[in-house]
């Protein structure tokens, strides 16, 4: 795919929705660390659901740690891997305490190395929580760069060198909130809504589908 087809991808995509954001619920940087290390193989609605009774209560590092392992694991056991997830928080949330003044670190290695946070965690974080033109690449952001041309690569980390290196720098803030929920919605793994896609002409996947 040329610069300029895909210049008018993201041209259309920023004028449909000038404004994408996550649409896991949160309101400061811990929340969100939280919310995504949860999001790992579920929903964004399962997660959102679980949240919504666990901020209330403990949104904080402190707070969660003070809370426990079990009574954390109550409020998030409907989510998968639940067990797992809460002990990576509360190890999260003591190296926070301890290492951090109870802070998100602004760090990708300081981030990366907090317990189940990955490169697409951190790269979620520092997007969203901190503004920084990172692109995070997840199962439908690597399904929609390679099928749409727009990135191809091999493995989500080739996806997303390719996505950074391509991406014109004034899309590269908001690139992967538009590539994810274009994945999500339109551009889906079975059966791609190609009829309604609004950049189904710039596209250079083969087999569109035509109802």
Not at 90 to 101: F, I, N, S, Y
Not at 184 to 191: E, F, G, I, L
């Amino acid at each position: 795919m040329n610069a300029a087809r895909r210049r008018k991808i993201y041209e259309r995509f920023a004028a449909a929705n000038p404004a994408p954001h996550t649409e896991l619920a949160y309101s400061t940087p811990f929340e969100l660390l939280v919310a995504v290390v949860l999001s790992a193989q579920a929903t964004d609605v399962s997660v959102n659901k679980a949240t919504a009774k666990l901020f209330p209560v403990a949104n904080t590092p402190a707070a969660i740690l003070a809370l426990g392992e079990d009574e954390l694991k109550s409020y998030i056991k409907t989510i998968g891997l639940f067990n797992t997830k809460a002990k990576n928080i509360l190890k999260t949330c003591h190296t926070l305490v301890a290492e951090h003044g109870g802070e998100v670190p602004r760090d990708r290695d300081a981030l990366e190395a907090l317990p189940g946070v990955g490169r697409k965690t951190a790269n979620v974080v520092l997007n969203s929580a901190f503004g920084e033109p990172t692109i995070a690449v997840d199962t439908h952001i690597f399904r929609v760069a390679n099928r749409t041309g727009i990135a191809p690569g091999a493995n989500v980390r080739a996806v997303e060198d390719e996505l950074v290196r391509v991406t014109p720098d004034e899309f590269k803030h908001n690139a992967h909130h538009w590539l994810l929920l274009h994945g999500r919605y339109v551009c889906k793994a079975r059966k791609p809504a190609c009829p309604t896609c609004l950049i189904a002409d710039l596209c250079e996947y083969r087999d569109k589908t035509t109802a």
